[in-house]
């Protein structure tokens, strides 16, 4: 057996998604990915005021019978 010891991955630096800056992508950084708690909280502001949206498509309408009509 060797006496090494296994390396612990190297953090990278990442793109903030809130204001583009550089941002520590590793488990030390808890606002990750963002760069600090003020850019989490941003998005955070956004997602809870509907700035962002997830779309949704249209069913076609073939899994619900058209009005009026029984089952």
Do not use: H, I
Not at 35 to 62: I, P, T, Y
């Amino acid at each position: 057996m060797s006496s090494e010891t296994p390396t612990a991955p190297k953090a990278r630096t990442v793109r903030c998604p809130a204001c583009g800056g550089p941002s520590l992508y590793a488990p030390e950084n808890r606002y990750r990915p963002f760069c600090s708690e003020r850019c989490k909280l941003q998005d955070l502001g956004a997602w809870a005021s509907e700035n962002f949206r997830v779309e949704v498509q249209e069913a076609d309408g073939a899994e619900t019978p058209p009005e009026g009509s029984a089952q």
